[in-house]
């Protein structure tokens, strides 16, 4: 499975499709950021050629998957609109750098990461991070799974001493290199618990 995000912020597998199902389907407008056109384009006006194979989604993806607008591959808005708060599902903690010790909390959807107060992880006074969008950690309530997605800046972001360019399956212990930080990356969220379902009673015998 190879999973690539779009300009929205939506997780996907090019396996499975070419594009984007969810903005495809949905007809959204997609904004790629100030950083690059500072505009934001309509999906009609433009064509992504297909891959040979590739699946498209039909228009009627989101309905028969039973998606919102407001919850589009489960992934925004899910557990919090259920729960009507925004619940934890991991943290980050500094295991090496000046913020050595300091945990930083990820919740159920895309988590921007940077020096900036608007960043769900804001890491300050290392100017080797971003300000905006160093990273990006992405947790995946109808998968259960956490990805890291690499910045739209020049910085590198490194998952146990490798850099990473594309979104990266996340797992228990994995070291974070964010700046002239570490973080141990520890989830909450995992096979034996959700927020959906609590927690899996163990089997006996």
Not at 83 to 112: A, F, L, Q, T
Not at 134 to 152: C, M, Q, S
Request: proline share 4%; with cysteine.
């Amino acid at each position: 499975m190879a999973i690539q995000e779009c300009g929205n912020g939506h997780l996907y597998d090019t396996d499975q499709y070419a594009s984007c199902p969810y903005c495809m389907s949905a007809g959204n407008r997609i904004d790629f950021g100030a950083s690059t056109v500072g505009k934001t384009v309509a999906s009609s006006s433009f064509s992504q050629p297909a891959a040979v194979g590739a699946t498209v989604a039909p228009a009627n993806y989101r309905k028969e998957q039973g998606a919102g607008a407001d919850d589009i591959g489960k992934t925004v808005g899910v557990l919090n609109k259920k729960m009507k708060i925004e619940p934890v599902v991991g943290w980050i903690i500094c295991i090496e750098g000046s913020e050595k010790g300091k945990d930083h909390k990820i919740y159920g959807r895309v988590n921007s990461i940077g020096r900036s107060d608007k960043m769900d992880i804001c890491i300050k006074g290392d100017d080797t991070v971003s300000r905006e969008n160093h990273a990006r950690i992405a947790y995946d309530a109808k998968h259960n799974t956490f990805h890291l997605v690499p910045g739209e800046g020049a910085n590198t972001v490194y998952l146990n001493d490798d850099p990473v360019y594309v979104p990266t399956s996340l797992k228990a212990d994995d070291v974070i290199e964010i700046g002239s930080n570490k973080y141990a990356f520890i989830p909450f969220c995992s096979d034996k618990f959700t927020w959906e379902n609590g927690y899996k009673q163990a089997e006996t015998t």
